[in-house]
């Protein structure tokens, strides 16, 4: 994650010491700030737990290809318990319960309290039509830290994504009924060419709904969003979008509004960002830079800082790469499959930058991004080491010279960029 705010803005949230190593205060719902890690190397990851696949919808990029049906083999209750365990001796600083749509679990309520007694931070991915006013009390009194709510854009754009009518109407309602009880609440979008026009529209939304937190996502190709590089952002596109995400983040700073606003899944949104201030002479740029090293990116994100465990129990590297097992849970116990680097990719993920090849291993800005995302340079290019295909930085800006290019080339490193992005 880029959190905006805390770069651009100067702000603070209560993850700048998991992201950043830099103390922060509790938030106004209560949420006391993460611990300040010594080295982003050493964090345990935050876990992403898809608790089940069902789901009452059927998005047209869900990396977890989950529609309203029953799914066999899920973890049970006993199962769900004894992994929380596992996760709270093994010291990971949250929880994230997504599914599928989590609140389809008939035990969800029983695991988030658990949860919250062992310490684990829990936190919920959702699409929000189902939290009616008792769900939402539920939640707070469970001791929930956040709630992310998804939306792909204003009502017609996001029933089509949803691929139900009306979603829009009943996520709204769900918005609103954690707002009523004080329970910390904010949108999730995943960027594509559908919405990315109308970000000026979100955002105009976001405030105007009273919405506190907004995380913007970029399309990682995976389930079935895995063959969508006709929805994908251009990187031109990428660049407007983040120019309107630093403009209008800026814009909220500057009024005294609190908003947290990151950008997630592609570590160039940093260097970018770096970049802009740069160019704007902005006070503290070369303190972003050493914030940005600090966090290192990709270096420390999936095998890392982040991971998954999907509804049967296997643990993967991150959410949008389960087609790649490291061990199951039922099996093993999580902090011993996740420290075991016998596995080459579990290796190459802990320590990426003596791994990653073409430009990414020669940018100016290796040790502020180390690749960006793994599995979507996997997905365009069949290696797990090949550049991000969803760099949208320029040549010159990442310092890629003749010279460079040669060595590219004669070392068979090139990866050209797919046609649709390269524009």
């Not at 994504?161 to 904010?186: H, I, L, S």
């Not at 579990?346 to 793994?374: P, S």
Request: with cysteine.
């Amino acid at each position: 994650m880029i959190d905006i705010g805390k770069l651009y803005c100067g702000g603070t949230s209560t993850g700048d010491g998991l992201r950043y190593g830099t103390e922060a205060k509790a938030d106004c719902h209560g949420n006391t700030a993460h611990r300040v890690e010594k080295d982003a190397s050493l964090r345990r990851p935050i876990v992403v737990w898809n608790t089940t696949r069902t789901c009452n919808l059927r998005c047209v990029h869900c990396y977890t290809d989950s529609d309203n049906k029953k799914y066999d083999n899920e973890l049970d209750t006993k199962e769900g318990l004894r992994l929380i365990d596992e996760l709270s001796d093994f010291g990971i600083p949250s929880l994230l319960f997504s599914g599928g749509e989590p609140f389809m679990k008939k035990d969800f309520f029983q695991l988030l309290e658990y949860a919250a007694k062992k310490n684990v931070r829990p936190v919920i991915s959702t699409n929000g039509t189902l939290i009616d006013k008792d769900a939402a009390k539920r939640v707070r009194d469970a001791g929930v830290v956040y709630v992310g709510i998804s939306l792909d854009g204003l009502e017609y754009i996001n029933d089509k994504f949803r691929g139900v009518e009306g979603a829009f109407a009943r996520t709204m309602k769900g918005f609103e009924n954690c707002r009523e009880v004080n329970q910390r609440v904010g949108l999730r979008l995943t960027l594509t060419r559908k919405n990315y026009e109308d970000l000026h529209g979100i955002f105009d939304f976001i405030e105007k709904e009273g919405i506190n937190r907004a995380c913007f996502y970029h399309l990682v190709y995976s389930g079935r969003g895995g063959s969508m590089y006709k929805d994908d952002l251009s990187h031109s596109e990428s660049r407007k979008a983040m120019d309107i995400i630093l403009e209008r983040t800026e814009d909220y700073f500057r009024r005294g509004l609190d908003i947290n606003v990151l950008t997630v899944d592609n570590h160039v949104d940093g260097v970018y960002l770096y970049l802009k201030m740069k160019e704007r002479k902005m006070e503290g740029a070369e303190d972003v830079y050493k914030l940005l090293k600090w966090n290192g990116g990709a270096a420390n994100s999936s095998g890392v800082g982040i991971s998954n465990i999907d509804f049967n129990g296997n643990v993967h590297p991150d959410q949008f790469w389960q087609d790649y097992t490291f061990g199951n849970v039922r099996e093993r116990n999580f902090g011993d499959i996740w420290m075991d680097e016998s596995d080459p990719l579990m290796k190459g993920l802990k320590h990426k930058a003596e791994f990653i090849k073409g430009k990414c291993k020669l940018c100016n800005y290796k040790d502020l991004c180390t690749g960006a995302m793994r599995v979507r340079g996997y997905r365009a290019y069949g290696d797990f080491w090949a550049p991000d295909p969803q760099c949208y930085l320029s040549e010159s800006e990442i310092g890629l010279d003749a010279e460079k290019k040669e060595y590219l080339k004669k070392t068979g490193e090139e990866f050209p960029v797919p046609s649709e992005l390269a524009r």
